[in-house]
T-cell receptor
Framework: SQTIHQWPATLVQPVGSPLSLECTVEGTSNPNLYWYRQAAGRGLQLLFYSVGIGQISSEVPQNLSASRPQDRQFILSSKKLLLSDSGFYLC???????????FGPGTRLTVT | AQSVSQHNHHVILSEAASLELGCNYSYGGTVNLFWYVQYPGQHLQLLLKYFSGDPLVKGIKGFEAEFIKSKFSFNLRKPSVQWSDTAEYFCAVNPDSNYQLIWGAGTKLIIKP
């Protein structure tokens, strides 16, 4: 069966520090991968998605970037964190069939 | 712009009450429709989905949803809620099978024992 992992689960970082959040999927190949930010009372905001290695589409211009160095690995990064980057970040995947997406446990990021 | 509206941000019910959570979307073409649930401390998980066919779809844990195309709605229902249904519920719409899911803001459901 397929599983999706995210780490770390929680992270506290100072303003201006770099960020790297990692997501990996097991049990499937060539998944579509997604990064979302979930804000209370505002649903999920799609940040990036990827349909293959090295292919990244950005939905929201901001301080973050994403990379997909391997088929089942998706990384969310920042060179310098802002206070506004605080939030709950979710990784998701789907098999490309009608977008039935499966979510990881999320990372709670607090920028201080 | 495409959007999804969930009418109630917070709903409080007693056990055994009936539940209906509203979801409306703004898109005139073909859509795939989803309800996801996030129980306290757990992952977002799929509750039910509609792609085509019978507009009344059944999901896990006794939930069902009805797609009414003329009303652009996909309301979630459960005849008798339990305390364990306390969670946040999200409606999501996939227009024309592109890569985006458009999400509603979510409804926090609290069931009083």
């Amino acid at each position: 069966s397929q599983t999706i992992h995210q780490w770390p689960a929680t992270l506290v970082q100072p303003v201006g520090s770099p960020l790297s959040l990692e997501c990996t999927v097991e049990g499937t190949s060539n998944p579509n991968l997604y990064w979302y930010r979930q804000a209370a009372g505002r649903g999920l905001q799609l940040l990036f998605y990827s349909v293959g290695i090295g292919q990244i589409s950005s939905e929201v211009p901001q301080n973050l970037s994403a990379s997909r160095p391997q088929d089942r690995q998706f990384i969310l990064s920042s060179k310098k964190l802002l206070l506004s980057d605080s939030g709950f970040y979710l990784c998701a995947w789907d098999a490309g069939q009608r977008n039935e997406q499966y979510f990881g446990p999320g990372t709670r990021l607090t920028v201080t | 712009a495409q959007s999804v509206s969930q009418h109630n941000h917070h709903v409080i019910l007693s056990e055994a009450a009936s539940l209906e959570l509203g979801c409306n979307y703004s898109y005139g073409g073909t859509v795939n429709l989803f309800w996801y649930v996030q129980y306290p401390g757990q992952h977002l998980q799929l509750l039910l989905k509609y792609f085509s066919g019978d507009p009344l779809v059944k999901g896990i844990k006794g939930f069902e949803a009805e797609f009414i195309k003329s009303k652009f709605s996909f309301n979630l229902r459960k005849p008798s809620v339990q305390w364990s249904d306390t969670a946040e519920y999200f409606c999501a719409v996939n227009p024309d099978s592109n890569y985006q899911l458009i999400w509603g803001a979510g409804t926090k459901l609290i069931i009083k024992p």
